[in-house]
């Protein structure tokens, strides 16, 4: 009798064993493991959730053949269907397909932890797929425009002989603003003057940008945030695209994109040439918009080792000739009192490869590095200097994922090496900065609605020393669709003469940075924000996000124009604070979209014994945005902003700046279609309020740039797509 009950016991044990379903579900595209998937067997009451790192177990399920069901918001649902008695313990992997719609569920890489946007302890802006391709009918030579029509960021040309551009965020100047390509340093030092102006948005996938010190994820200079320029990857199905502009400012562009996965091997290419002429808008005799000619070609090649292990490397050519000054100069008239010309020819080679290694579902391998050469030849005025910058970064970093915790360990090395031509004039010198560091961060899952995670970067910068960076941020989701995120983090900044913002292209006045007699610049910062997402219904949803911000900058570097009236840099004898608000709101219903966005930022220069506010920063900007598009036909925008409280140097404050912009898009079919734009329909220029140079037109001096100066523009841009 014992026997048989024992034989009753295995049998009923043996069964239950053969009643349990395993399953690990990942992203379709990225193969990222998916915490938080609900995963039913349809017609009963049996469901569970995903854990940390994509992975499911049920119990008890009825014998037979059971049709399993995967959800999660973001993603299309799923079925597979199985014999639980029969499996044999099979460990089945599901993989869901994003919806593309949802921006929750779009995969970060900026983080490092390759997560989603709601599962981030860090607020991350992104600016996908759709809004590149609307930038690229706009302005397609360029990133800058849309970069611009953020509340947090404000887009300040600085010179108007020569257009350049720098992004300033959070009240602050642009180097303190990172910019990264495929997360590797773009843009810094010599090579920076001209950074923003040569990525173009059609091979572009989306933009990332996260507000706040994040020094230690990427190293010096993120103290105001980081913007991560993500290029777009091959798929099986062909993207083949042509696309001309041209404008009432007689710029043309041109240029194509081509994109596929063959098998094991993909590869994409962009071509792209841009071509402006000189324009006085004003009609003082100065260009208002430079002459310029820009040559890029792009090309990457793809190799997928195999299923969980991809390696790929791409070259980046940039050519580009620019001119801006009189126009009698610019159109070969020049004589005796028509004489001032400022022109800058430069190439740019950079080289990069990645390497990514699933390893498993819970730990990637990831290897990277960039190699640039950047060349330019300056002439300011008659003033000749030419040199080149040589750039390296690699970097080899390790995510491991458990139930409840995602690390990161790493290592990166970073160089820059100036070299002037040795027949150019001016006391410039060469110099060599090397900076290796090792960063380590861990997410703690405390619960699925607590997440704390703490980083902690060491520098060492063969000139200027070391520098250690801790950093901790929380993530708390009191509810499914409400996030609260916290982040705090040290930052720093090296100085280097080349800072675009003062520089102007006029090279001659600078001299060499002061080693030891100038120090690196430091920061604190803090940010807070809250988050909260609506769905009325399938069609109709409602994202509000409110974000509170504080950096402290301690020894900021300043020029000092010395009494020869040359360029060196100094620690200011004051600190820096720049504190604010951040406000969106994003609506959209069936084809409609609204957005309405609105920023309030203070920076100020603190201990001077006087309120003295950073230049070029509008304390008070509201933007918004209206969309419709009539599906496989029209689409149609409306955009404007209004930038108030704006003060240039001496406290001295300019006037408040409304800009006004609309566009319509005709598509004839899904291959051909043509947009009509038109930017700053109100005309507002600085130039209808004061002139924009002084002095002798042999040796003008121009006046510092708070508002557009280039007018009202039209353009039509026709895109074909094969």
């Known amino acids: 009798m014992k026997k048989i009950l024992l034989l009753l016991v295995l049998c009923v044990n043996t069964a239950t064993a053969q009643r349990l379903f395993h399953a690990v579900v990942q992203d379709s595209i990225t193969h990222e493991t998916l915490p938080g998937v609900t995963v039913s067997v349809k017609n009963t009451g049996i469901a569970g959730t995903t854990n940390n790192l994509g992975i499911i177990s049920l119990d008890n399920i009825p014998a037979g053949q059971q049709t399993m069901v995967f959800t999660s918001v973001g993603y299309a649902t799923a079925t597979i269907t199985v014999d639980v008695l029969n499996n044999g313990g099979k460990t089945y992997t599901v993989y869901l397909a994003p919806n593309e719609q949802t921006m929750d569920e779009v995969v970060i890489s900026s983080t490092r932890t390759n997560s989603r946007i709601k599962d981030l302890p860090m607020k ?11 930038e690229n009918m706009l302005k397609p030579g360029n990133v800058a425009s849309i970069l611009g029509d953020l509340s947090v960021i404000h887009i300040q040309q600085t010179s108007a002989a020569t257009g350049s551009t720098v992004i300033r965020m959070q009240g602050l100047d642009g180097r303190y603003t990172q910019s990264l390509r495929d997360g590797l340093p ?35 200079g993120a103290i105001a945030g980081i913007i991560n320029f993500i290029s777009k990857t091959p798929v099986a199905k062909r993207d083949l695209s042509f696309m001309l502009n041209r404008s009432t400012l007689n710029e043309t562009n041109a240029n194509g994109y081509f994109s596929q996965r063959f098998g094991r091997f993909g590869l994409t290419v962009l071509a792209q ?50 001119k801006g000054g009189d126009m009698q100069v610019i159109n070969s008239t020049a004589d005796d009192s028509h004489t001032y010309i400022e022109k800058n020819r430069s190439y740019r080679h950079t080289a990069d490869i990645h390497y990514l290694n699933n390893i498993n579902t819970a730990n990637r391998l990831t290897a990277k590095g960039s190699f640039t ?22 970097e080899v970093s390790d995510l491991v994922k458990t139930s409840k915790n995602d690390i990161v360990l790493g290592a990166n090395y970073s160089g820059e090496f100036f070299r002037k031509d040795p027949l150019s004039q001016g006391a410039l010198t060469n110099y060599s900065y090397h900076t290796t560091g090792l960063f380590a961060q861990e997410g703690f899952h405390i619960t699925q609605q607590f997440l704390v995670e703490g980083g902690l970067r060491a520098d060492h910068h063969n000139v200027f020393g070391w520098f250690v960076l801790p950093r901790i941020a929380f993530l708390y989701k009191p509810e499914k669709d409400l996030s609260l995120r916290l982040s705090s983090g040290l930052g720093y900044k090296t100085p280097n003469i ?24 430091r920061s604190k910062g803090i940010n807070f924000d809250a988050g909260y997402h609506i769905r009325f219904s399938e069609n109709a949803t409602l994202d509000i996000d409110q974000a509170l911000y504080y950096t402290y900058i301690s020894d900021p570097i300043i020029p000092l124009v010395n009494a020869n009236n040359t360029i060196s840099l100094s620690n200011a004898p004051y600190h820096i604070n720049s504190y604010g608000t951040d406000t969106y709101l994003r609506f959209t219903v069936h084809e409609l979209e609204l957005y309405f966005g609105y920023n309030h930022t203070i920076s100020k ?30 689409r149609f925008g409306i955009e404007g902003s209004l930038e108030m409280n704006q003060y240039i140097n001496y406290n001295q404050r300019v ?6 912009a609309a566009m319509i898009e005709r598509k004839f079919g899904p291959k051909l279609s043509l947009v009509i734009n038109c930017e700053n329909i109100g005309d507002f220029r600085q130039s209808h309020y004061e002139a924009l140079f002084s002095g002798p037109r042999t040796s003008p001096v121009f006046s510092q740039l708070w508002a557009p100066i280039d007018g009202r523009v039209f353009n039509a841009a026709l895109r074909i797509k094969i």
């Open 124 to 134: 991350v802006e992104v600016l996908g797929q759709e809004e590149m391709e609307e």
């Open 655 to 660: 006037r408040n700046i409304p800009f006004f």
């Open 373 to 394: 050469n950047y060349r330019l030849n300056n002439n300011f005025n008659g003033f000749d200097f030419s040199g080149s910058q040589t750039s390296g970064y690699f």
């Open 605 to 634: 220069q603190a201990a001077t014994g006087n309120t003295v506010y950073l230049p070029f920063s509008p304390q008070d900007k509201f933007s918004t945005t209206i969309a419709y598009a009539i599906e496989g036909q029209w």
């Open 186 to 220: 773009l843009f810094e030092g010599f090579s920076g003057n001209f950074g923003v102006l040569s990525i173009p948005p059609l091979d572009l996938k989306q933009v990332e940008i996260i507000k706040g010190s994040s020094s230690t994820l990427y190293g010096g």
């Open 498 to 521: 080349f800072i675009p913002e003062n520089l102007a292209g006029n090279f001659s006045r600078l001299l060499p940075v002061a080693v030891g007699a100038v120090k690196s610049e």
């Open 273 to 322: 040439q841009n071509m402006q002429q000189a324009y006085d808008v004003n009609k003082d005799g100065f260009s208002d918009v430079p002459k310029f000619n820009t040559t890029i070609f792009h090309p990457r090649f793809f190799y997928y080792i195999n299923e969980n292990t991809q390696l790929d490397a791409g070259y980046a050519f940039t050519y580009e000739d620019r």
